[in-house]
């Protein structure tokens, strides 16, 4: 790729038509091709709306009735989340409308597991893995290089209730596996360690989402 279009795909990562496979700005690690941003398109792949849902009870409704939305995190609303995307409950992942743009897919657990195993395993990959600014991860941030260029975000999450927490201290990532009937595996990063942590996340709750092929 010549550096003139190295340019503009860099500028076209901006993550907004789920329409347009090449616009994610992507990153090769192991066998494996991971968007190095996080997802924050507002549209199903078949153009319709995904629900927007910025107050907490409205977000809750959804959460209980399992109904698809999507939130900026609270205090980002006019921004559109333009650095840290946009976070996703489960309703939305699994929509057969499909949330992730055509050519990519949703992560499955195994998917994540080849991730970390590429990257330097569990208890060391969020060095390789945690995108390299202190102006993002709260200070004292444990060490990162992302040597991997996956650029891990620290875009916090929102809990079933509406209640965002964790801006700019943890980064939580959907995959598509169930971990029970009410949650599903996530990855979280911390600012804390260099270690990634694999949990049950509610499906209610609001997730940021990497997409891979």
Not at 3 to 22: I, V
Not at 72 to 91: C, I, K, R
Not at 124 to 135: Q, R, S
């Amino acid at each position: 790729m010549n550096e003139n279009a190295k340019n503009e795909h860099e500028k076209t990562a901006g993550l907004r038509n789920p329409s347009a496979e090449d616009r994610f700005h992507s990153v090769q690690i192991g066998g494996q091709e991971w968007m190095a941003g996080n997802l924050d398109v507002g549209t199903f792949l078949n153009g319709d709306s995904i629900n927007l849902v910025q107050e907490g009870r409205e977000w809750e409704h959804c959460a209980r009735n399992a109904i698809p939305a999507m939130c900026w995190y609270t205090g980002h609303e006019d921004d559109g989340g333009t650095d840290f995307g946009a976070l996703y409950n489960w309703y939305a992942l699994i929509d057969p409308r499909g949330l992730a743009p055509r050519s990519w897919r949703l992560p499955s657990d195994d998917d994540w597991q080849q991730l970390i195993a590429s990257s330097g395993g569990a208890e060391y990959c969020g060095t390789a893995l945690k995108i390299e600014n202190n102006d993002l991860w709260m200070s004292p941030s444990a060490r990162s290089s992302n040597a991997s260029g996956f650029s891990a975000l620290p875009a916090g999450m929102r809990d079933m209730y509406g209640i965002d927490a964790h801006r700019n201290t943890y980064a939580y990532f959907w995959s598509a596996t169930m971990a029970s009937q009410y949650s599903a595996w996530i990855y979280m990063l911390g600012y804390f360690d260099i270690a990634i942590h694999r949990l049950g996340g509610a499906i209610g709750s609001g997730f940021s989402v990497r997409c891979v092929r």
